[in-house]
């Protein structure tokens, strides 16, 4: 038969089309981590992208270096500092160290950085640095930096992997296009190839000065976006570790005898956007209400399968002046019926915008619509994908809406600036007024007392719980998975993977 | 060879002219009129309607929707598809990087596709209303059913995890490792591609043995063997070479999901966030190469089926 022939023969061609493939064997201490969006830039000014900076501070040093805690400063590049009483100078020993092709980093190359990402048409920090009046080399070791106004959150904002200290030399020289996809770094490791959209490969810097505390001989950030997927590969032992493992997945890989799941405290905070333009929800008590309604114990549970912890204030726990006192409002679907009630609210109806494909999101969404309706409000929940939420969310067309919050800097003041401070952007969105609270957030920015500052964040953290200005829903671990064989495998809460402790055993 | 039938050669890439221009307006405007900001995105959360502004003006954002198109056609003759907002690179060189590991992938699908298809739709036409057939039939009817994502997921399940014989996702270094990686993902699109072309290949089969020629053949002594192959196959195969041009499109719709999947850094991935990112130099472009590709190879079985057919004038 003819078929039969034809069959074996596509049979055999298939076969011998699948058998060529030849399994590379990757070095023994090459660290292969599986993440699910690859990096879209090496310009440490031209991104805002967490999967950008948690390469960054791979391949880049920083003046100033957060801990592993995420609440202390340690020295980076600037082996110490001194400030000035008025507040206003800052002077930076540098440390004798050198960038991965060997030459020295000096202040001057600091004082460049510091003055690019303020001035840089591209740079998407520049807000950030529009503090520093100038920033100067006093000789090769000694870097001068002068602020237009005392800034209690300078010195942490230097530690931002967009502040990633640069050779001016190598810049001016190579040009600004060079640095998205080879640039040079003084970091634990140097970038050997970037295949865009599949992996950046990375190998051990042999002039950092930390050299002997690196133990791995490189690493592999690899693109795996399905979620399933990727933990696959690390259960099926071709990837060493993976990040963003699925919350519904935890349980099942803790009990894989080959894998450890680490759950590293973040500083992800999940919450309610309340849109305070609708002048229903402009009314203190209707949103007092509406925080009362809410199960919050129920919806981590869901959210998280139990691996995330019941808010209770803006500030994540264990931040920097995190209030643990702060108030938690019980569960009361009844009190919350009756504060509505005394408002003279009746037949509140709120339109909650929820991001398509995000199930996380969705189940929250549901779990909520239910709690509310025995309080007597109906939410109707529509779905659009997340640029266009977004975007909603900045226009105004919204009532309810989630979000979360990651810090990139240990100080409170970013976070706090942008949802109470009355800044440009409507209080993230909420539209929430208290001039007392802003007022508050514009001293605490330049209180240079630590005790002062904390009793302001104190402060301004209870009054917004108090007037509900969102409703803090909760706080979630990092999650990643790593083979056995993986040592010292860490990510601090603001993200910074410690990977310079990494080892493959 | 009659070459007069083949005038259609010449004429064609004139008709594709204004189908080209009608989706480069369409793709340009849809992109933009959907809520969302690639300054925004760009910025992340934490940014100031001011730094906005600023991102915008730096891409040309801030101009008339009218203008930037213009801009955009006038590079676009000149060979420039512009630079991406979210790398900041040339969309000519991103998908440069991105356009073999799809093509890879489709042309693998193709040809899996195939070589499944035709011993199976042929088994099934000659043993018609036999176990045989209703088996095959089952089976294409199956593989229509299950979604590419769940049969991606259990075919690695099986395959990679269970009997480790293909790696879990990726793209591998070398050819040999990119044809090893590319078997799995190849074989998934394959299995629904081929189900579609198994009915249709059958069934003209099947009119094809009880034609008139057929029976012609047969009638002037030729085996059932010879008669199969030399006037029941060829003819039989023309619909399934349009039938495969028709579903390039829905094979390139496909591959977005198969690449997430099986993370092959190829155009759907880059489309897919492009999309979320608002990307629009990457969309429009992207979406502008995927029309090209169904126009051409549109325009190849046309002229396949041209060669094949004695009887078709185009």
Sequence with gaps: ?505 | MNLHRYRFILARPLQLLPVLFGISIITFVLVRLIPGDPARVLLGAKSTPEAVARIRAQFGLDEPIWLQYVYFVKNLVLGDMGKSILYKMPVLQLIGERLAPTLLLILGSVILALALAIPLASIAATRRGRLADHTIRLISTAGLGFPPFWLAIMLIIVFSVKFDLFPVAGYGDTWGDRLHHLALPCFTVALALSAVITRNLRASMIAELASDHATAARARGLSERRVFWRHVLPNAVIPAINLLAVNIGWLIGGTVVIESVFSIPGMGQLLVRGIFTRDYMVVQSVAMVFACATVIVNFLADVLTVAIDPRVEL
């Design chain 1, 1 to 505: 038969m003819p078929s039969k022939k034809f069959l074996s023969m596509c049979a055999a061609s298939v076969f011998a089309l699948l058998t060529v493939g030849t399994s590379i064997a990757s070095a023994d201490s090459v660290l292969t981590i599986g993440r699910r969006e690859d990096g879209t830039t090496f310009d440490p000014i031209k991104t805002t992208q967490n999967v950008d900076f948690w390469v960054f501070s791979n391949v880049f040093d920083v003046l100033v270096r957060v801990d592993k805690t995420g609440t202390k400063l340690e020295p980076g590049i600037a082996e110490s500092w001194q400030i000035s009483d008025d507040g206003l100078t800052y002077t930076f020993k540098i440390r004798d160290e050198k960038f991965s092709d060997g030459s020295a980093v000096t202040a001057k190359d600091a004082a460049f950085s510091l003055t690019r990402i303020r001035d840089n048409p591209g740079s998407l920090w520049a807000d950030s640095y529009k503090v520093i009046k100038t920033a100067e080399a006093k000789d090769g070791r000694t870097l001068v930096v002068t602020l237009n106004q005392p800034a209690a959150p300078f010195l942490a904002s230097l530690a931002m992997p967009g502040a990633s200290i640069l050779s001016e030399k190598w810049v001016t020289e190579k040009g600004e296009d060079a640095l998205t996809d080879h640039p040079l770094g003084s970091g634990a490791f140097e970038l050997v190839e970037w295949k865009r959209g599949e992996k950046v490969v990375l190998k051990k810097n042999p002039n950092f000065w930390e050299k002997d505390r690196v133990k791995l001989d490189g690493v592999e950030w690899i693109s795996v976006p399905d979620d399933n997927t990727r933990m696959l590969k690390v259960q099926a032992g071709e990837l060493d570790a993976a990040i963003f493992v699925p919350f519904s997945r935890i349980a099942e890989l803790q009990k894989d005898a080959n894998l450890e799941v680490h759950l590293d405290p973040s500083t992800r905070e999940d919450h309610l956007l309340i849109n305070q333009r609708n002048e229903t929800l402009a009314k203190i008590p209707v949103r007092q209400a509406l925080d009362m309604a809410l199960d919050k114990k129920a919806i981590v549970d869901t959210a998280t399968f139990g691996f995330g912890d019941v808010a209770n204030s803006y500030v994540p726990k264990g931040a920097l002046y995190h209030n643990d006192n702060n108030l938690l409002r019980p569960y009361d679907p009844e009190g919350a019926k009756k504060l509505l009630a005394d408002a003279g609210v009746s037949d509140l109806a709120l339109n909650f915008i929820v991001d398509t494909g995000d199930e996380v999101q969705e189940q929250t969404a549901i779990l909520i619509q239910e709690q509310l309706a025995k309080a007597g409000v109906t939410v109707n929940i529509a779905k659009v994908d997340p640029s266009s939420s977004w975007q909603m969310e900045i226009d105004g067309e919204y009532d309810l809406a989630i979000n979360y919050w990651t810090n990139d800097v240990i100080d409170p003041d970013q976070k706090t600036t942008f949802v109470l401070g009355h800044d440009a952007n409507n209080n993230y969105m909420t539209h929430y007024k208290n001039d007392k609270v802003k007022e508050l957030v514009a001293a605490a920015r330049v209180e240079m007392d630590p005790k002062k500052r904390e009793a302001m964040y104190i402060e301004i953290q209870t009054i917004a719980k108090e007037e509900a200005h969102w409703i803090d829903l909760y706080y979630s671990p990092y999650r990643n998975v790593t083979r056995k064989n993986i040592s010292g495998f860490y990510q601090n809460p603001l993200g910074r993977f410690f990977l310079e402790d990494t080892a493959k055993n």
